[in-house]
């Protein structure tokens, strides 16, 4: 829920120009959200090796860890059939 939650950090101002949201002004729930992407990111840093470590460690949310976790292993299923295809053959 986390990863997908990004919109409580943005305002939006005229002409759908979007802004980060000050810290001053979260509410309860924005504050909630805030410590859940803390703990995502700190279970994500603790469960990945350290070569994927160095991948994500620019990264600046929850979002962006996934995003790049799953572009980085989006190609691996199709990468293997294509190998047993090769060896089939």
């Given at each position: ?5 990004e919109p409580h950090r943005l305002i ?21 959200l805030f410590f859940m992407d803390v ?37 691996i299923n199709q990468v293997e059939e ?8």
């Amino acid at each position: 829920m986390a990863i997908y939650n990004e919109p409580h950090r943005l305002i939006t101002i005229e002409n759908d120009i979007t802004i980060p949201k000050p810290r001053s002004k979260y509410t309860d729930g924005d504050k909630k959200l805030f410590f859940m992407d803390v703990i995502v990111i700190n279970t994500l840093y603790c469960a990945l090796s350290r070569s994927k470590f160095n991948r994500i460690s620019s990264c600046k949310d929850a979002k962006d860890i996934w995003h790049t976790l799953e572009v980085t292993h989006e190609g691996i299923n199709q990468v293997e059939e294509s190998k047993i295809d090769m060896l089939v053959h």
